[in-house]
Structures are given as structure tokens and as C-alpha cells.
């Protein structure tokens, strides 16, 4: 895998994302030399949720139906409550997820975007977080849910809500420079 600097890393998000949970990684990707694409359902803009109201747009740089699992090093899923559950009723989406976790190369979800991951059939058996409130949901598709800022289980990295965007954007960079992860038994 390129180092960080010669990666291309994609957010998937669509309208009601947690505005910092775009907007941190998408900086923090960037200032570490990576290329950050904004890919969504439709093109245009998506327009974030902060805090309680609704946040800044967003433009799309690429539509999903535009592109490949192999056009990208890593993959992220902002959270916040609209995003992700508007994501994991979308088969394109779902199957996008699918193919880029077989492939090994990281892939971030925060805060309610592994409900995402849930659907796409990805957690069980492997050790993530996230945010409280899908914690049930986490364990009862058969994660083995920890209460950290931030889990990494081979691939995958998971965090449980802004707080911890520090955390999950540095072992999204680590994963990044370090190539796919090797899952053992162990972890």
C-alpha cells in the first residue's frame, strides 16, 4: 500500500452526516499528504447535521455508482444519526462496503456508522465500538462491543463519537501507512 501521502481515502456520507465527523478526518486525511474524496448516493452537495441543527453543505466529488472498491487505500463513515441510517437501506451502499472490507484495506466507522457495518454483515466476531446507544445493536449482530475511543480489529476501526476524532483519525493514518491489516485469531 502507498504511504499516506501517495493514498486516496474515501468518506461515503450523504445528508445528515455529524458535521465533525466529516469535516475532521477530511482535514486531518488531507494535511497527512492523502487524497479525500466526498463520495455520495447523488452528486451536488449533502448537507451535515451539528449538533442539533442542521450544518454546512458539503460538495460531492464523486457519485458511488462512479466508482471502484480499487480506487481507494482506505474508506471512513462519518456517523451522526441520519447518515448511516439512510446509507444502510441503500443495496449500492451495503454491497460497497462488503467489497472494500474483503479487500483487507482499512475501513473507519464513528459514532452510528457501523450500523453500516452491521448490515453489511461485518461485525460479527470482531472485536468494535461505538456510539452508546447502537451499543445492543452492535452485540446483537455479534460484536464484541468495548467502550474505547477507538478499536481496531485487523481492517476494521471503529470509535464511538467526536470526542474520540483524534484517536480514530491517528489509527486511520497508522492503518493507512502500515498496508492491510492481517487478522489472527489473537485479536
Known sequence: MPSIGQSRIMILTTDGF?????????????????????VSLEAGEITGWDKDDWGRAVAVDKVLADVSVADYDAFVLPGGQINPDLLRVEEKAVAFVKSFAA?????????????????????????????????????????????????????????????????????????????????????
Open 18 to 38: 455529524e458535521q465533525s465527523e466529516l469535516e475532521v478526518p477530511l482535514e486531518t486525511l488531507k494535511e497527512a499528504g492523502a487524497t479525500v474524496e466526498i
Open 103 to 187: 479487500t483487507r484495506k482499512p475501513l473507519a466507522a464513528i459514532c452510528h456508522a457501523p450500523w453500516l457495518l452491521i448490515e453489511a454483515g461485518l461485525v460479527n466476531g470482531r472485536r468494535a465500538t461505538s456510539y452508546k446507544s447502537i451499543r445492543t445493536d452492535m452485540i446483537n449482530a455479534g460484536a464484541q462491543w468495548e467502550d474505547l475511543t477507538t478499536v481496531r480489529d485487523g481492517n476494521l476501526i471503529t470509535a464511538r463519537n467526536p470526542g474520540d476524532l483524534d484517536a480514530f483519525c491517528t489509527a486511520i493514518i497508522e492503518a493507512v501507512e502500515g498496508g492491510p491489516a492481517q487478522r489472527s485469531a489473537a485479536e
